[in-house]
């Protein structure tokens, strides 16, 4: 099992900067990916950004690219989710998810991660 905790969010205007943190503990060293979704009231959760535990793949939903950027910490067993140019739109919680199992290819689907973490608020005032 991997334990996940996310934090970082808060209150910011749009246009604004707000970088997540997710600190992973437990069995991660049979981690495959990384994912960050986001669920926002009345709506499902969706996919935002994932990177594979190498940190050499990386994949994101376009409503985000360009905006913006997973990475892995310095920190060992964390990831980063640097985002860039807020907008109202990107309000939700956000979660940090792993997936355990061998990939052929970086999930991007809810179903495709076992491991979640409580969430963090990310609220983008207009």
């Known amino acids: 099992q991997v334990q996940l905790v996310e934090s970082g969010g808060g209150l910011v205007q749009a246009g604004g900067s707000l970088r997540l943190s997710c600190a992973a503990s437990?069995?991660?060293?049979?981690?495959?990916?990384m994912g960050w979704f986001r669920q926002a009231p009345g709506k499902e959760r969706e996919f935002v950004a994932a990177?594979?535990?190498?940190?050499?793949?990386?994949s994101y939903a376009d409503s985000v690219k360009g905006r913006f950027a997973i990475s892995r910490g310095n920190a060992k067993n964390t990831v980063l989710l640097q985002m860039n140019s807020l907008k109202p739109e990107d309000t939700a919680v956000y979660y940090c998810?792993?997936?355990?199992?061998?990939?052929?290819?970086?999930?991007?689907?809810?179903?495709?991660?076992?491991?979640w973490g409580q969430g963090t608020q990310v609220t983008v005032s207009s």
């Open positions: 437990g069995r991660t060293f049979s981690s495959s990916a």
């Open positions: 990177i594979s535990w190498s940190g050499g793949t990386t």
């Open positions: 998810a792993a997936r355990m199992s061998p990939m052929s290819s970086i999930p991007v689907v809810v179903s495709g991660y076992g491991s």
